[in-house]
């Protein structure tokens, strides 16, 4: 609990988890796309798909993927900024078995044609839980300095990544192992203490079998 | 927050005799890594943000479902022709519940204290307390600060979501949040402010949450109303010397309880209470067939 969590955030109304939690979701899957977005399929599941256009949360979902944040006035004209800024999108809604209430599904195609397929739950207060990335399970916030590593399931990975964290004196807060299959494609999730420092992601893409890293440093204090 | 107490946040500042605003920054410095500089320059920020969420204010504004806006105006204009009762500064707080409240529906810039939902209350007892009294912005900063420690504790043995605890947790926590707030501010002592809260608290135990159509529209806006005008009147008895018998830690306790007992239709799920009702089923009807049609 922050004193900032309890008085705050500064948001664009009318609920802080259907539409501060909603921008969030689309920011954080901006992030994770790595780039810009160019098109968007997103469905919406319980609460978000039923009260959604009251509360603003489709606006707001297109509003961060823009890379707004909560508080930017321009939400409630996220549309129109999408359509100056070549972001075409498609919402419908969708029956998730046992997600939480505010769910929505984004699937993204970047500027470079890259693709992300997330699952994000929006948990009260304008906070956030990222539960699946690429159709594997995941866990986080995106409230923490998180790094996320997206590789082959081999060895040696965990521990290069560790090792490179500790090189550069961050300390690991929450880890978290994710994969497909034995073998397959697997996600790993850390939150830190430290900011993580951007030379690192040069320094593991040289490693064999890493296909993407993703870095989310928190402002100080949000 | 490292408190997990009411009693032992007051203890703490009392042996480090420090006030209790103090106490209160350099925990959440400590515990988040924050500089107190940082920290004052976010509460400024908020505080600020709070100002510009009454500004913004536009009569003719109505949010999505077209039911909200133009209430805080006409309650301006009937208090401007001397037709309403309460005096000045009460008047006013009203007039800015109902119109941050419905800047919040009508999709403008807002500060969540402790929820979206009840983001009118704080602003309302201290906004139209900065015209009456020549009062120091240090001092309201001081009043955020106090108010934000006594809400974490809330947040911590209780809950502050009406999905979990009903309105009592929402609307309940903010308006005890700001009698605390405007006994800080009115010059009480650290334990009058808390005697502040938990008459607050304890006057809004079982406050359901009830949302028409399940939007933070009706009855919302008009209860952040009720709980600014409800902080007024418990920093007023804690003012003129009168306690809680309750202690707060115990009356946040029995808060968090009786949201556990409350049924799912009075927790934000928009079935029960005002709801519920013919005309608010009837209402929900209309938002739905105009989310439909979109």
Redesign the interface.
Known sequence: ????????????????SH??GAVRIGLTARKLLGEAPVHADISLHG?FA???????TDCALIAGLLGMQP?D?R??NSYALAEQEGLSFTFSTVQIRNAHPNTARLQLTGASGRTLDVVAESI???RIRVSSIDGIEANFSGEHNTLIVHNQDTPGHVAAVTSALMQRHVNIATMQLFRNAQGGYAVMILEC?QPIPTDIEQWLSHIDGIQKITIFNQE??S | MSFSSIASMLEAAKSADKPLYTVVCEDDCQENNYTEEASHRQIQTLWEAMQQSSKQYCASDRSNSGFIGGDAEKLRLAAQAGALIGGTYLLRVIEEALKVAECNACMKRIVAAPTAGSCGVLPAVLLPLTEEKQLDTEVILQALYIAAGFGQITAIRANVAGAEGGCQAEIGTASAMAAAALTHCMGGTAEQCAHAFAMSLGNLLGLICDPVAGLVEIPCVKRNVVGAVNAVSAANMALAGITSHIPADEVIDTMGEVGDTLPASLRETGLGGLAATPTGKKITEQVLHHEQSL
């Not at chain 1, 900032?4 to 009318?14: A, H, T, Y």
């Not at chain 1, 039923?50 to 603003?56: A, C, E, S």
């Open positions: 609990m922050r004193l900032f969590d309890i008085l705050g955030p500064i948001m664009v109304g009318p609920s802080s539409t501060a609460s039923l009260t959604g256009h009251g509360h603003g508080d006035l939400i409630p009260g207060g304008g203490d100080d204090p």
